[in-house]
C-alpha cells in the first residue's frame, strides 16, 4: 500500500519561497498512470488543489497559483516537491499530497499524507 509523507519548514516569512517533499513509499512515482498532487486547506476554509505532476513527469497547475507554483520531483528518492514563490499569510494553510489516478481523482484518492501545517509570519 503507498504511504506518502509531507516535510518542510513549518514556519515561513512573507515573500519567501515556501518548499515542501512529499516522500513516497510503497509505489513508484513513474508507475502506472497515477497523478501526484500537491492540496492546501487554510483554516476554516475548504480544499485547495494546487497542482500535479503526473507519472510521466508532466505537470499541471491550479490557474490560480499557476504564476507561484512549480512542482518538481527526484525519481531516485521517490519524492516530488511543492515550490510557492511569494507567499502571503493567506498562504497559511495545511498542505497535503496525495496519489490518484486521475488529475481531478484526488478528493476521492485513499492515499493520502497526514498534512503539514504551514504558516506565513514575520
Known amino acids: 500500500q503507498v504511504q506518502l509523507q509531507e516535510s518542510g519548514p513549518g514556519l515561513v516569512k512573507p515573500s519567501q519561497t515556501l518548499s515542501l517533499t512529499c516522500t513516497v513509499s510503497g509505489g513508484s512515482i513513474t508507475a502506472n498512470a497515477y497523478y501526484w498532487s500537491w492540496i492546501r486547506q487554510p483554516p476554516g476554509k475548504g480544499l485547495e488543489w494546487m497542482g500535479a505532476i503526473a507519472n510521466s513527469g508532466s505537470t499541471y497547475y491550479s490557474p490560480s497559483l499557476k504564476s507561484r507554483t512549480f512542482i518538481s520531483r527526484d525519481t531516485s528518492k521517490n519524492q516530488f516537491t511543492l515550490q510557492l514563490s511569494s507567499v502571503t499569510p493567506e498562504d497559511t494553510a495545511v498542505y497535503y499530497c496525495?496519489?490518484?489516478?486521475?488529475?481531478?481523482?484526488?478528493?476521492?484518492?485513499?492515499?493520502w499524507g497526514q498534512g503539514t501545517q504551514v504558516t506565513v509570519s514575520s
Open positions: 496525495a496519489r490518484a489516478d486521475s488529475l481531478t481523482g484526488w478528493r476521492t484518492s485513499g492515499s
